[in-house]
């Protein structure tokens, strides 16, 4: 009978083990069957593992019944939401890292100092003043070495017991053999190295993890909630769903709630990248971390915490942090083959050279192959953090390492490139209807729609001083535009293709959109009970340093850039004729951009999609990297995304790039730090040009040498967070 467990989950991204999950048969077979509930899905055989992104219609419980329903025999095994990330349970270790205990981390820090202080007592009896240390097997080092290495003698223990040959029992052994022989210096030495490196390594993680919680700092600690029409200050711990906090200009918002009283303009540059305010009113929601700049209104709580919505987004990233990137996994399995390279050369350089110390030394060397697993792991979590401080906020190592050895990068349009504001031109009537009229209905049906054309009608509508009737049923149809009914009327706004789908004629608008269409510029149609009525002409604003940082990826070496538009093609291949694109597909619908992405994935080695909507979801979840370009579009391709752009600069694209390269190349040069300096240690030890102790300063040397130079990928990130989003140019 097999287990089924929750690994991690956070938002709608849900990780499960179970040993059903090694065949690619059974991983096949629950994909398909999921297929209508999931928008990415993803394997990892080798840790009986799936990772997926649910769609906000399905629960995990619905989920779970599925896979039940395929393999009854299955048995659910849930673990708690704090434990939830891939731990390093006994099989799965290939994959994953144990969280990072604060506790546990300042008393090893504290008995690290103490190691340290005595490593310098050595230093100086044996190098400054010349004095002997005794190191016999009952010396006081020895008694140090041992105290030290419980941690680690415990867990070789342990596994010598279970008949399983690791790591830790090779260097338990080693150190045991060093004490035994008279050595327990050099036994220090490693054990001193080894508990170095491991506090060095969660320190890094901890400090990646602070990174990413400066983004999403509150400061907050008191908040001001309406309780019998009065004004209470309370502590924000103490807040509980639906009570109602107020909120004035200049305040951070603390919690992701509902408007249910006032008006307000609220900068939500930290969700959606857009530096201008937006106007918000009643049955508007508002996110915890955005700046309310203008009004005063009360929001009934919806989340609070760690439930809110930013909360959630990195909370996704800090898993990430735990689970072990490609190269990472190749440097735990390049360990392991150094680990028994070290065995066989221990032996041989006893047969070879008869003598004890020689294969000692050759044996200390080959003890402490961290460095190897240091090599990646490090420099991940130092090119992760530096993307944090950017705001670019990358959801693990396999994605960062896979950005730069993307040969193509496929580019939404609107929302992505664009900025989020689309302008009105002008509007055009038929006869019969008025522009306000027009203007009346779009909006209307736009109300509740987030997308950037609905979001711009709206606001010009309001500008206008148009009265919007709120209490509209619309319906969204990604990549068309949106349905409505009022009054007994049955309104359309959308493209062209969304009027003939419903068989409406735009035959009389044709000569009049033609023209803004070969201007570049966005058509919106508006169709009451079944004829149109006339069409808004909307001018999109192309992000600034677009056409930069198309220029910089292809001299980066990307070979085939991609616009992949739900817009008209006389739009779309005019803005990819100005931008240079290499191909342009146009009037995509969602499964159309997917389709699109396979397609460019059969042709080329690792294709990334940038995109910012729930039209873009599914062409996200087939590319090898999914990247969310001002994110504020939808939550949905936020979920999708391995790595999310706050700022909607297209030179983070660029950046991201720049990380990823200088990340892998630090990752090769820290192996041939490690692996070399080992290799070149057991020549000299092997012929005697060596002593146990000197062999034991090698992991020093080439574990600080590492350390070093991981860390120069977080020297010189500028703090990005608050840069402006520009704008300018129009296409
Ligand atoms: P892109 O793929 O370039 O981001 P979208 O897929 O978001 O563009 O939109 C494609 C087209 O669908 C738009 O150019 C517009 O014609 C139409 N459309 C999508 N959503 C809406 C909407 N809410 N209102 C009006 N038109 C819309
Ligand atoms: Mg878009």
Redesign the pocket.
């Known amino acids: 009978m097999d287990e089924l467990l929750i690994k991690s989950i956070a938002g709608n991204r849900v990780r499960l083990k179970s040993n059903i999950f090694k065949s690619k048969s059974n991983t096949i077979l629950i994909s398909n069957e999921l297929s209508g509930n999931l928008l990415s899905f993803r394997e990892n055989l080798s840790c009986k593992s799936i990772v997926f992104v649910h769609n906000d219609n399905t629960s995990l419980d619905e989920i779970i019944r599925k896979i039940k329903a395929l393999f009854p025999t299955i048995i659910l095994h849930s673990i708690p939401a704090s434990t939830a990330v891939c731990g390093s349970d006994e099989d799965c270790t290939s994959c994953t890292r144990t969280e990072v205990n604060p506790v546990s981390f300042k008393r090893r820090t504290i008995e690290f100092g103490l190691l340290t202080g005595y490593s310098i007592f050595l230093f100086v009896t044996e190098t400054v003043l010349g004095l002997t240390v005794v190191a016999s097997p009952l010396s006081l080092v020895a008694v140090v070495a041992m105290v030290a290495a419980v941690p680690l003698l415990r867990e070789s223990w342990e596994d010598a017991k279970r008949g399983k040959f690791t790591l830790e029992t090779f260097m338990g052994g080693t150190l045991a053999l060093a004490i035994l022989f008279g050595e327990a210096t050099a036994a220090f030495e490693i054990i001193y190295i080894l508990r170095g490196a491991m506090l060095l390594e969660d320190y890094i993680a901890i400090k990646s993890k602070n990174e990413i919680h400066k983004l999403i700092e509150l400061d907050i600690q008191k908040v001001f909630i309406l309780c019998d029409g009065v004004e209470l200050e309370i502590d924000l711990a103490d807040l509980k769903q639906d009570d109602i906090v107020v909120c004035r200009s200049g305040e951070k918002i603390p919690v992701d709630g509902m408007i249910i009283d006032g008006s307000c303009e609220v900068n939500e540059a930290l969700i959606n990248g857009r530096s201008d305010a937006t106007y918000k009113a009643m049955d508007d929601i508002v996110y915890a971390g955005t700046m309310l700049e203008r009004g005063r209104v009360g929001i009934k709580v919806n989340a609070i915490g760690n439930k809110t919505y930013i909360s959630r987004v990195m909370s996704d990233v800090e898993n990430a942090l735990a689970i072990k990137s490609p190269a990472q996994m190749e440097a735990d399995k390049l360990a392991s083959r150094l680990l028994k390279l070290g065995s066989f050369l221990t032996v041989g350089t006893f047969m070879f050279t008869g003598s004890y110390l020689n294969a000692f030394s050759v044996m200390i060397v080959m003890s402490c192959p961290c460095a190897t697993v240091l090599a990646a792991s490090t420099a991940i979590s130092a090119g992760i953090a530096k993307g944090a401080k950017q705001g670019i906020l990358i959801k693990g190592g396999e994605a960062l390492e896979q950005v730069s050895q993307s040969e193509v990068f496929c580019f939404?349009?609107?929302?992505?490139l664009t900025t989020g504001r689309p302008i009105i031109e002008e509007i055009y009537a038929l006869k019969g209807s008025t522009k306000t009229e027009i203007l009346k209905y779009a909006a209307m049906a736009?109300y509740r729609?987030t997308?950037p054309?609905?979001v711009s009608i709206v606001k010009y509508a309001q500008e206008k001083k148009i009265k919007i009737n709120q209490s509209v049923q619309s319906e969204?149809i990604?990549?068309?535009?949106?349905k409505a009914k009022f009054d007994g009327m049955f309104i359309l706004?959308?493209?062209k293709k969304?009027l003939s789908n419903h068989k409406i004629s735009t035959k009389d608008l044709k000569d009049k959109a033609d023209k803004h269409l070969q201007d570049g510029d966005?058509?919106?149609y508006i169709a009451v009970d079944k004829k149109a009525l006339g069409f808004i002409v909307l001018r999109h604003e192309v992000r600034k340093g677009t056409k930069k940082m198309l220029s910089d990826l292809r001299a980066h070496g990307v070979k085939h850039i991609a616009l992949?538009?739900?817009?008209?093609e006389k739009v779309a291949n005019a803005f990819a004729k100005e931008f240079g694109f290499d191909t342009v597909y146009a009037n995509?619908s969602p499964r159309d951009k997917a389709d699109a992405v396979e397609q460019l994935k059969k042709k080329y080695h690792n294709v990334v999609m940038v995109g910012?909507?729930v039209?873009?979801t599914l062409a996200m979840s087939k590319a090898d990297v999914a990247i969310s370009f001002a994110v504020g579009g939808s939550k949905a391709a936020i979920d999708v995304s391995n790595i999310a752009i706050s700022h909607s600069h297209p030179q983070d694209v660029v950046e991201l790039y720049n990380i990823s390269k200088s990340t892998l190349k630090v990752v090769e040069q820290n192996y041939w730090i490690g692996t070399g300096t080992n290799l070149l240690g057991v020549g000299f030890a092997a012929f005697g040009m060596l002593s146990p102790a000197a062999a034991g300063a090698i992991h020093i040397g080439h574990t600080g040498a590492i350390m070093l130079n991981s860390s120069r990928l977080t020297i010189g990130s500028k703090d990005n967070l608050h840069a402006k989003e520009d704008i300018d140019i129009g296409s």
């Open positions: 939404d349009k609107t929302g992505t736009e729609n997308h054309l609905a969204t990604p990549g068309l535009g949106v706004v959308g493209n969304f966005t058509i919106v992949v538009s739900g817009d008209d995509q910012d909507g039209n873009d």
